[in-house]
């Protein structure tokens, strides 16, 4: 059985970072991501870098990666300013996001659902006339920081509202990371059915413990594309010192041992690791990272 | 639906910090979990100190604790002289201990499988004619730092041998922490059905991230007793640095979530590994606990 596995350490991992990372080392971990067996990866964002100055250097980055036909890099959108960087860059994916809850949606993209959703269709008819593919993002799913329990069919109107622009795949994400195995089988056990195992994506946060606990529901029912951080890179922007994205290592680990097939060497992924941790200056939370830098030399 | 936890910080977490304790911070602690609602707690080991410095202190800390009715107190014991100290301490449980895999066996309690038999056999005849109940650790059931592999038939044969001797409960322990779901499922699945759900307790460590995801794999198998430790104190010795057991704070958010009751007032479990990590001067792996202590001035 194959399971992909979208990489957005460069991208949702490296926002939450508070260390600026060149553009440069960003390239290089990029890089070593390939090596090791990546064939989707969320290199940056075209957001505005007043808001993110972590990803200022979107052009930089993309611009400096050797592309590989095998490997498919793709950048948040959030509006036509952002899409026609990305056309700049020759990237053949974008990803579109959006909030299931109202309050989150206000506060993270300053606009009402109802009023998101014609911005975002302009972005996705213009990048698939471009030929581009549009990938979107599901916030909030699991719980909102201002609302807190988010209905369910919030997240079918937004998911079927964004498949409809014309979005090949939607990725549900618990943004606060607050799931449990639990709530993971009824999201994704209620929208399996309507939306199909082969459009819908998990995105978990690791905040509290749960994220691999939550792939593994999310995998008996039937979801087989998980989106995950280099390292565990990143954190929780609304609990500073908390953790982020779940692992591509310990995702790795877990899914290798339920012979679940990822075509990623998971060695050469510890490189990858060990390389943003070094640039960072501090230890990732990644924790088969550190039982590998553990048991070796320091070196 | 009830779990039952029991927490090992105490003896498993502590022994594994390299940082002394001392008597009066670990009873302080103890009263701690005692108060968060926590009613099985191994507080100490009576193995020789010159194995574990950590746990010298075993009498006092036992002497020290406010009893309660409600809960049991248990310690690690290895021998009759063990037995004889947790006689004294006023102990009602004792806990023995073995390996699955013959290596790990011969390396941890320096005797083969075969041999450590009539030494157990022995404690826990005594210990059963002082009133006592004796719980069982069977370790390396997931994997074995020195074979690798262990067939479950060990495991099989280990556990019903100490059941034979009047042990009223097994804990499967994946003392390396290498297991993931698929694992989890085989093995759990298929003793469960030789000895019953109400006689086995999973202990997980969370050396590579999986420790959740095969509590939830666990649960799905019928186990209702899990082993964790406050804070999720504690490491690998065979990766010093790596994490150890699964956190209790982060077992209980996700019980929790999942509408298991387990009699614990997650707040105040908080408090008691904030306690201990600020004994210890750093910052413990538990996710929960983190996150919590992000979220909150300092203080």
Chains 1, 2 share one sequence.
Not at 183 to 189: L, M
Request: glycine share 10%.
């Amino acid at each position: 059985m194959r399971v992909q596995i979208v990489e957005v350490g460069p991208r949702d991992g490296l926002q939450n970072e508070s260390a600026i990372v060149p553009a440069a080392a960003k390239i290089v971990l990029i890089h070593k991501l390939m090596a090791a067996g990546l064939k989707r990866i969320e290199a940056s964002s075209f957001v505005n870098p007043k808001w993110i100055p972590q990803l200022a250097d979107a052009d930089e980055v993309l611009q400096g990666i050797n592309r590989s036909q095998e490997v498919t890099l793709s950048a948040l959108v959030p509006n036509v300013r952002g899409l026609e960087r990305a056309r700049q860059c020759g990237l053949n994916e974008i990803a579109l996001f959006m909030s299931a809850s109202e309050t989150h949606n206000q506060k993270n993209i300053n606009k009402r659902i109802e009023d998101t959703y014609p911005i975002l269709r302009e972005v996705a008819q213009e990048a698939l006339a471009l030929g581009m593919k549009v990938r979107g993002y599901v916030s909030t799913v699991f719980g909102c920081p201002y609302e807190g329990n988010v209905p369910l069919d919030n997240s079918r109107r937004v998911t079927e509202s964004l498949l409809e622009m014309g979005v090949y795949e939607i990725s549900l994400g618990d943004t606060i990371g607050v799931a449990t195995p639990k709530q993971v089988h009824e999201v994704f056990g209620e929208l399996v059915k309507d939306v199909t195992n082969e459009r819908l994506a998990a995105h978990f946060h690791d905040t509290r413990g749960t994220g691999l606990a939550n792939v593994a529901a999310a995998l008996e029912e039937g979801i087989r594309i998980f989106d995950s951080s280099i390292g565990g890179l990143g954190g929780c922007p609304y609990a500073p010192g908390a953790a982020g994205n779940i692992s591509t290592e310990d995702l790795v680990y877990m899914l290798h041992g339920m012979d679940y097939e990822t075509g990623i060497d998971l060695e050469k992924l510890i490189e990858a690791g060990a390389y943003i941790g070094q640039q960072l200056g501090k230890e990732l939370p990644s924790k088969v990272l550190r039982a590998s830098l553990a048991s070796k030399p320091a070196g």
